[in-house]
């Protein structure tokens, strides 16, 4: 059974730096892997999806790259703003249909 | 942009009671989610739907679950005798293509049952 793991729970940063946000997951036969936004009191916006046969996507100040072999994914946050404040959650897609099996996210708050 | 909306925001509703949640995914979205988040606890995958039939669904969604598109643009959640432990955050979603188009999906902003 799939699962899937975050650190850290909660971070904590000025304006300005950049960060590493990670996401562990225990089966390496995925189809994808999503990492989202989630707003207090809001939905899910999907930030990046990564292919299984693809190593790093990117949008704009956001970089997630993929270790499949590893079970790894890490979302690199550059030069952050208090508006990127919001909690943080990876998804993993098996490829035997689990749907989508989440992470419990990280937290994240950007000081001004 | 396109969004999905969910109705109401918050429901409050008494234990055994039966309950429908609402949405209205993005109109040329051909598959459905419904997801749900205990507070404090990971999303949770409920239920896809897609050509009118259930094509997927987890331990989760019991006999207690069913799922409808009444019409043309609507998708309901209903739940028939709701328990306490029910009470969560209720996450809509949907896609053009399904799971496996590498596709994302796009979610409404939830409903908030709350079971007294």
């Known amino acids: 059974k799939q699962e899937v793991t975050q650190i850290p729970a909660a971070l904590s940063v000025p304006e300005g730096e950049n960060l590493v946000l990670n996401c562990s997951f225990t089966?390496?036969?995925?189809?994808?892997l999503q990492w989202f936004r989630q707003d207090p009191g809001k939905g899910l916006t999907s930030l990046l999806l990564?292919?299984?046969?693809?190593r790093e996507q990117t949008s704009g100040r956001l970089n997630a790259s993929l270790d499949k072999s590893s079970g790894r994914s890490t979302l690199y946050i550059a030069a952050s703003q208090p508006g990127d404040s919001a909690t943080y959650l990876c998804?993993?897609?098996?490829?035997?249909?689990?749907?989508?099996?989440f992470g419990p996210g990280t937290r994240l708050s950007v000081l001004p | 942009e396109p969004e999905v909306t969910q109705t109401p925001s918050h429901q409050v509703t008494q234990m055994g009671q039966e309950v429908i949640l609402r949405c209205v995914p993005i109109?040329?979205?051909?598959?459905f989610y419904w997801y749900r988040q205990i507070l404090g606890q990971k999303v949770e995958f409920l239920v896809s739907?897609?050509?009118?039939?259930?094509?997927?669904k987890s331990e989760i969604f019991d006999d207690q679950f069913s799922v409808e598109r009444p019409d043309g643009s609507n998708f309901t959640l209903k739940i028939r005798s709701t328990k306490l432990e029910d009470s969560a955050m209720y996450f809509c979603?949907?896609?053009?293509?399904?799971?496996?188009?590498?596709?994302?999906?796009?979610f409404g902003d939830g409903t908030r049952l709350s079971i007294l």
């Open positions: 739907f897609y050509n009118n039939e259930i094509s997927e």
């Open positions: 990564i292919q299984s046969s693809q």
């Open positions: 979603a949907s896609s053009d293509l399904g799971h496996y188009s590498n596709q994302p999906q796009h």
């Open positions: 998804a993993v897609l098996s490829h035997y249909g689990q749907n989508f099996v």
């Open positions: 109109s040329n979205h051909l598959y």
């Open positions: 089966d390496s036969a995925i189809y994808n």
